[in-house]
């Protein structure tokens, strides 16, 4: 993994209840001689949205699922421009990290799928990070280690709930893979998902679904 380039951080906006979640509580950069007052128009309001795109995408830079949780693209061209722009830029490196149209992104592949999470500019590169191993630790459960486009379009009602799962309205939910798998009632051994196939462990979700909607 290459190490993100440094960078000094204006501020840390992601509020005592994110730091507590690894945010940036030592990033203080030295000590300040006397108190120092900060225009009202550079402050930002302490916030745990720190997620702004989940997006998946194909070999090709094909787009398979994307959820934008603010409207930094507010059109479907926009998104998609982004998104190409951004495969263009990572397919062929072996960095997780880029910094790209003011934007973190966080980034892994398997086989002929590119997973990515996007925060601000400012975000913790390790938060992110943290979102992104366990959305892919998630659906390796749940795909039983077959990580490829076939497998993941044939299961994508699965892939949805999971990701609704980690991030809901750019607020992480979780960050543990083990968490999401036994919330969507999968019943996980210390190697796999168990015996249930993908199909019966999908079902399952959706019966929960039902039942919650006609409660």
């Not at 926009?78 to 992104?105: C, M, P, Y």
Request: one cysteine or more; proline letters at 3%.
């Amino acid at each position: 993994m290459q190490k993100a380039e440094a960078r000094p951080r204006q501020h840390d906006h992601l509020g005592g209840a994110a730091r507590g979640r690894g945010g940036g509580g030592d990033r203080a950069a030295g000590v300040l001689s006397g108190p120092m007052e900060i225009p009202a128009g550079l402050m930002l309001e302490p916030s745990l949205y720190t997620v702004k795109a989940i997006f998946i995408l194909d070999s090709f830079g094909q787009r398979l699922l994307a959820k934008y949780y603010d409207d930094m693209f507010p059109s479907m061209k926009e998104q998609k421009s982004f998104e190409r722009n951004v495969f263009n830029k990572t397919h062929k490196t072996d960095s997780e990290i880029a910094f790209l149209e003011g934007l973190t992104i966080v980034y892994k592949s398997s086989i002929d799928l590119f997973f990515y999470v996007v925060g601000s500019p400012h975000e913790n590169e390790l938060m992110l990070m943290s979102v992104l191993t366990c959305l892919f630790e998630s659906l390796n459960h749940m795909l039983q280690k077959n990580m490829e486009k076939r497998t993941l379009m044939e299961n994508m009602d699965g892939v949805f709930l999971v990701v609704d799962e980690i991030v809901d309205g750019g607020v992480i939910l979780e960050s543990d893979p083990q968490q999401v798998i036994q919330k969507l009632n999968f019943r996980v051994d210390d190697s796999s998902i168990s015996e249930h196939s993908v199909t019966q462990v999908l079902q399952s979700a959706k019966e929960q679904i039902k039942w919650s909607l006609l409660k």
